[in-house]
């Protein structure tokens, strides 16, 4: 039956049912319904659902609570090449499943579905959140949803782990992102006579001059290494091919180290870029490592799996802000996220299993 899932399936045939139920950002709706009826027949959980996000609990009265976190829905589809239904390739590494949402990040959600069937009487108390809109605009995002509705139902944990793509192994903390909009004015006039006004595309040069010779840091934090970026992401301006642009905006995005507060991170993009108008639209911040915290330490004990900075941002420092201290860890190659062939090994998808319920038993 089309949108259903089998919970007796292996990581790597539930990953490719995932994957092969459509769930691109703002549609959801199908998925979560596949999953809330995959996880009803649990009689170990409660399961609540707010718009498309799932939330599955265990209430076992153990001495300690873990959350297990990650998006169902994926970035849009590309039809040349199609990167949906799901196919296999057999490779020299073993076998490779190419779709949209092999890498980013629906071998996760398989993992902790798998979790959630096989491991009915864990050591921990758990959390499991399956949620929606993790790839566009935060306002959107289901674990914001579910903080601002029903905090009390993912707040309690000790201890997070957000199943992002690491590659298998375990990412700590994240870094900030902040995107800003710098604007050049200057004058509209024909372009046959430039004289009577002033190219803001051509003013827009200095920004783009002084965003190539920054020289980013590279910041120890918690003695894990965050490489920090500040870089022009989009350019737009003008109005017309016969008429000198009086406006031009180079967005830039600013990646940086979790030991910048929000406030910081904007100090030093204005600083660079002294001398024009920058307007902040964006500015989340990261989240540090907490690697020297007991129940990190627990974790990383359990998997044996080495430890390093995660040089993206992720919802990681949504739990930082809550209190509760999280690492990124999931099968998949990071890098390929969002890739038009977008692909795993399927051997990831396994041994994330096997290592997350180690931890669990």
Same mark, same amino acid.
């Given at each position: 039956?089309?949108?259903?899932?089998?919970?007796?399936?292996?990581?790597?045939?539930?990953?490719?049912?995932?994957?092969?139920?459509?769930?691109?950002?703002?549609?959801?709706?199908?998925?979560?319904?596949?999953?809330?009826?995959?996880?009803?027949?649990?009689?170990?959980?409660?399961?609540?659902?707010?718009?498309?996000?799932?939330?599955?609990?265990?209430?076992?009265?153990?001495?300690?609570?873990?959350?297990?976190?990650?998006?169902?829905?994926?970035?849009?589809?590309?039809?040349?090449?199609?990167?949906?239904?799901?196919?296999?390739?057999?490779?020299?590494?073993?076998?490779?499943?190419?779709?949209?949402?092999?890498?980013?990040?629906?071998?996760?959600?398989?993992?902790?579905? /798998? !979790? $959630? #069937?096989?491991? =009915? *009487?864990?050591?921990?108390?758990?959390? %499991?959140?399956?949620? &929606? @809109?993790?790839?566009?605009?935060?306002?959107?995002?289901?674990?914001?949803?579910?903080?601002?509705?029903?905090?009390?139902?993912?707040?309690?944990?000790?201890?997070?782990?957000?199943?992002?793509?690491?590659?298998?192994?375990?990412?700590?903390?994240?870094?900030?992102?902040?995107?800003?909009?710098?604007?050049?004015?200057?004058?509209?006039?024909?372009?046959?006579?430039?004289?009577?006004?002033?190219?803001?595309?051509?003013?827009?040069?200095?920004?783009?001059? /002084? !965003? $190539? #010779?920054?020289? =980013? *840091?590279?910041?120890?934090?918690?003695? %894990?290494?965050?490489? &920090? @970026?500040?870089?022009?992401?989009?350019?737009?301006?003008?109005?017309?091919?016969?008429?000198?642009?009086?406006?031009?905006?180079?967005?830039?995005?600013?990646?940086?180290?979790?030991?910048?507060?929000?406030?910081?991170?904007?100090?030093?993009?204005?600083?660079?870029?002294?001398?024009?108008?920058?307007?902040?639209?964006?500015?989340?911040?990261?989240?540090?490592?907490?690697?020297?915290?007991?129940?990190?330490?627990?974790?990383?004990?359990?998997?044996?799996?080495?430890?390093? #900075?995660?040089?993206?941002?992720?919802?990681?420092?949504?739990?930082?802000?809550?209190?509760?201290?999280?690492?990124?860890?999931?099968?998949?190659?990071?890098?390929?996220?969002?890739?038009?062939?977008?692909?795993?090994?399927?051997?990831?998808?396994?041994?994330?299993?096997?290592?997350?319920?180690?931890?669990?038993?």
């Amino acid at each position: 039956m089309p949108g259903t899932l089998d919970l007796t399936l292996d990581a790597i045939d539930l990953t490719a049912a995932l994957c092969d139920i459509e769930s691109v950002s703002l549609g959801e709706a199908a998925l979560a319904d596949a999953i809330m009826a995959a996880l009803a027949p649990l009689g170990h959980l409660s399961v609540t659902r707010l718009g498309n996000s799932i939330v599955a609990r265990t209430d076992l009265g153990r001495a300690e609570r873990v959350l297990i976190a990650g998006h169902i829905d994926t970035v849009p589809l590309t039809l040349d090449p199609p990167n949906l239904p799901t196919r296999r390739v057999e490779s020299a590494a073993g076998e490779i499943l190419h779709g949209r949402g092999t890498v980013d990040m629906k071998g996760g959600v398989a993992v902790m579905l /798998r !979790l $959630a #069937a096989t491991v =009915p *009487e864990p050591s921990r108390d758990v959390t %499991l959140v399956f949620y &929606e @809109a993790e790839e566009i605009d935060s306002r959107f995002n289901g674990l914001g949803l579910i903080e601002a509705q029903r905090p009390e139902l993912i707040s309690d944990a000790a201890f997070a782990v957000l199943m992002e793509p690491t590659d298998a192994a375990i990412e700590g903390g994240c870094k900030g992102t902040l995107r800003a909009e710098v604007t050049t004015k200057g004058i509209a006039a024909h372009s046959a006579r430039p004289w009577k006004g002033h190219n803001a595309i051509h003013d827009a040069g200095e920004i783009l001059r /002084r !965003l $190539a #010779a920054y020289r =980013p *840091e590279t910041i120890v934090v918690d003695e %894990l290494e965050y490489r &920090e @970026a500040l870089n022009a992401v989009l350019i737009s301006g003008g109005t017309a091919t016969n008429v000198i642009p009086d406006r031009c905006v180079v967005t830039v995005n600013y990646r940086y180290a979790p030991s910048r507060t929000a406030t910081e991170a904007e100090e030093h993009v204005r600083g660079v870029l002294a001398g024009f108008e920058v307007s902040v639209v964006d500015n989340a911040p990261g989240a540090r490592p907490g690697m020297h915290l007991p129940a990190a330490q627990a974790f990383v004990a359990a998997l044996d799996l080495p430890v390093s #900075a995660k040089q993206g941002w992720t919802d990681v420092a949504r739990f930082s802000a809550m209190g509760v201290p999280a690492v990124n860890f999931g099968p998949g190659d990071p890098n390929l996220a969002h890739m038009d062939d977008e692909h795993c090994p399927t051997v990831q998808y396994t041994v994330c299993e096997e290592a997350m319920a180690r931890w669990l038993r």
